[in-house]
């Protein structure tokens, strides 16, 4: 199951805020503060993901229809709309990181960048298939879906199809960013290249030899490549350009979200990335957090949560699956499902926070996010 997620927090974000620098024009590089905002933005995209993901088994367990159980459904369709958001605002942090907050200095770097996100995706993948295995809940051998997870599988780590996205649009933004500069960045000029020419590879394969090949999910649509440069853009503004406007999208957020449970229920679920009501809501979260002021004394915590921010995206679905799938079920009413969200999703925040910061002491965050 394809869902939207952070994603969290992610591997580039990461490294965007801690080594943030803006380029102004002069020739020279100057280094800018930390970004305590766009550390906000991170988290609060993050838990939002796991708010959709938790609120989403409500929804699936009375299989998408309001008469199966309507406490359930519409407890898990009110929470899920305030979740869609999350993966554009991931994209857009992307987009900052590489084009305003860490420009890339030369290719070198921008491959450890790739890696540190990199690793940790396969890790987890092989995490997920083991323990879906264990639970017998693989609906293929885990040979043939370890194959297919070197291609983009989201089986059955759903949450990581986000960093097959993810993962291309840093490499092509820091490509241009490089080429614009001068560099010969010929690695990953080779890299987007077998991307882009490889499903049609697999296909000819296919086609030629009879056998049945992987599907290639490595790419991005329009979509994200926009999020990823618009949020550049809007972050990138100065706290001068957004005083006095914030009442603006604080009043539009809400109106967007309530337009997002009405796609859902009337229309389609799940509302794609690329809607304008997406897109909404993402420039109001952006706009409202962006340049706000974090109090000294929460800036350590902040920091320290925001560096956690991937690993935590990346365990949290075991929580999920493990905790709050069990305890979900179709006759529950508004007030207890209500009650079971709100719970279950301090409980798998706790845990998925305390576990990525649990591995970060142990140094273990460059093999599991």
């Given at each position: 199951m394809a869902r939207r997620s952070l994603s969290s927090g992610t591997g580039d974000a990461v490294g965007a805020t801690e080594t943030a620098r803006i380029r102004p024009p002069a020739t020279e590089p100057r280094a800018a503060g930390h970004r305590f905002d766009v550390d906000?933005?991170?988290?609060?995209?993050?838990?939002?993901?796991?708010?959709?993901?938790?609120?989403?088994?409500?929804?699936?367990?009375?299989?998408?229809?309001?008469?199966?159980?309507?406490?359930?459904?519409?407890?898990?369709?009110?929470?899920?709309?305030?979740?869609?958001?999350?993966?554009?605002?991931?994209?857009?942090?992307?987009?900052?990181?590489?084009?305003?907050?860490?420009?890339?200095?030369?290719?070198?770097?921008?491959?450890?960048?790739?890696?540190?996100?990199?690793?940790?995706?396969?890790?987890?993948?092989?995490?997920?298939?083991?323990?879906?295995?264990?639970?017998?809940?693989?609906?293929?051998?885990?040979?043939?879906?370890?194959?297919?997870?070197?291609?983009?599988?989201?089986?059955?780590?759903?949450?990581?199809?986000?960093?097959?996205?993810?993962?291309?649009?840093?490499?092509v933004l820091a490509f241009a960013v490089l080429v614009k500069d001068g560099q010969r960045p010929w690695g990953l000029g080779l890299a987007l290249l077998a991307i882009a020419t490889g499903p049609t590879a697999l296909s000819t394969v296919s086609e030629v030899t009879g056998w049945a090949v992987p599907r290639m999910g490595w790419g991005f649509g329009t979509y994200s490549i926009v999020y990823a440069i618009g949020g550049a853009l809007l972050l990138g503004l100065p706290a001068s350009a957004l005083r006095g406007r914030r009442r603006i999208f604080a009043a539009l957020l809400p109106v967007a979200m309530a337009g997002v449970l009405w796609y859902h229920t009337q229309v389609h679920y799940v509302i794609p990335n690329a809607h304008l009501l997406v897109g909404t809501m993402t420039v109001c979260v952006l706009l409202l957090v962006s340049r706000t002021n974090v109090p000294e004394r929460l800036r350590p915590a902040l920091r320290r949560g925001a560096n956690a921010a991937m690993g935590a995206y990346m365990v949290h679905v075991l929580f999920v699956e493990e905790l709050v799938r069990p305890l979900v079920s179709a006759d529950m009413s508004i007030p207890t499902a209500t009650l079971t969200v709100l719970g279950m999703l301090t409980v798998v925040i706790a845990l998925s926070y305390g576990s990525s910061l649990l591995w970060g002491r142990l140094g273990l965050r460059r093999l599991l996010g």
């Open positions: 906000v933005l991170r988290l609060l995209a993050s838990c939002t993901v796991m708010l959709g993901h938790v609120s989403a088994t409500f929804i699936h367990v009375v299989d998408g229809e309001r008469g199966n159980g309507s406490g359930a459904y519409w407890t898990g369709h009110v929470f899920e709309a305030v979740n869609a958001f999350a993966v554009p605002v991931f994209f857009a942090i992307a987009g900052w990181g590489v084009l305003v907050g860490a420009v890339p200095r030369d290719e070198r770097r921008m491959w450890t960048r790739i890696i540190r996100t990199g690793v940790p995706l396969f890790v987890w993948t092989g995490i997920y298939l083991v323990w879906a295995w264990l639970r017998d809940r693989n609906e293929k051998p885990v040979t043939e879906l370890a194959v297919d997870g070197l291609f983009a599988s989201v089986q059955p780590a759903y949450h990581l199809w986000f960093l097959y996205a993810y993962l291309p649009i840093v490499a």
